[in-house]
């Protein structure tokens, strides 16, 4: 949808994207606006609103905006991941009996929408000897739930509350691992791609037997390697004008691949994602990653400020000035007057 706006709903758009990251609540509604055809802030509200998406701990153990029937669809599938997580917590697990946690969890969230600071306390006092950062952790990876919004700006607040998915949703998660499913659904949105760029995206291991077991196309890149796509997926001619593009922080089109060359040149992958584990906002030109942007109002004026990594073309300028000053009225609808400028 980044050659071509899509003349798709809010809803329609997440479930062909597979699912959107989330870090951060604003950016999701960004990467629609710059993927779907007269999107409007509202579309995506009233999509959370009639429960049709949500925002949750999903791929990657990262927060995502997906789709309910697709969290619900591929929970299991990727509960090995979340599960796996909890190796992180090393030394500060001492004394932590994850099934005990859970439980508790789950009996605390089933009174109310709770934040994490909330959950953290409350088990505490259940479990005064375990680490609160621990219990907060195995309950954000093995529990089963999903933000609950509250009518702010951009859906939900930064310290936002929680909820029992199967309860918000009203069905249960689905109870068989699909992996093969989700395969296919990551190659629908990204491919032509490798077991190993599913494995970027998706945090699953062991990848190429379930490649292996489907109807798909392979390719052979320039470098040997086989690429696995659907049949019949839309592969546009390397010829083919793409137009600029904004995608904001954390955007899919750059964590969905281990090797990252086809969106982002080598060189330009320290300015973009940060050693404090950030990905920036950035702006492509023909298809690439070709600079940062950052948005900002102050009294009554919005300013786009575009960071290139290399010499502008006067067309990509002048199309950066065009679609950057769309995408501020979409973040700043309230601002009296529009600036695009060029930083160093």
Known sequence: MLIERAGVSAVEAVGLLAGMQGQEAKHPYVGLWSRVDGFAEGDLDRAVEAREVVRATLF????????????????????????????????????????????AAERILAKEPLTFTEVRDALQQEFPAVNERALGFCTR??????????GVRWGWPANARFTPAEE???QKVHPKEEPGELVVRYLQAFGPATPADFQTWSGLSKAKPVFDSLDLETFTD????????VPDAP?????????????PEFDNLLLAHAKRERIIADEYRPAVFTKNLRVKATYTVDGLVAGLWSA?????????????????????????????TALLGFLEPAAKTYQVVTGS
Do not use: C, I, Q, S
């Open 60 to 103: 990657r153990g990262t927060l995502h905006l997906v789709t309910a029937a697709d969290y619900l669809r591929f929970r299991a599938t990727v509960a090995p991941v979340l599960e796996a997580g909890l190796r992180l917590l090393k030394e500060r697990a001492e004394g932590m009996e994850p099934a005990k946690v859970v439980a």
């Open 141 to 150: 990876m093995m529990v089963p739930l999903v933000m609950y919004p509250t």
């Open 168 to 170: 918000w949703l009203g």
């Open 222 to 229: 320039d470098n040997g390697k086989t690429l696995y796509d």
């Open 235 to 247: 592969r546009p001619d390397p010829d083919t004008a793409v137009p600029v593009r904004f995608l």
């Open 296 to 324: 900002e109002a102050k009294r009554g004026v919005a300013t786009l400020t575009l960071t290139p990594f290399g010499r502008l073309l006067k067309r990509d300028r002048v199309e950066l000035e065009r679609e950057g």
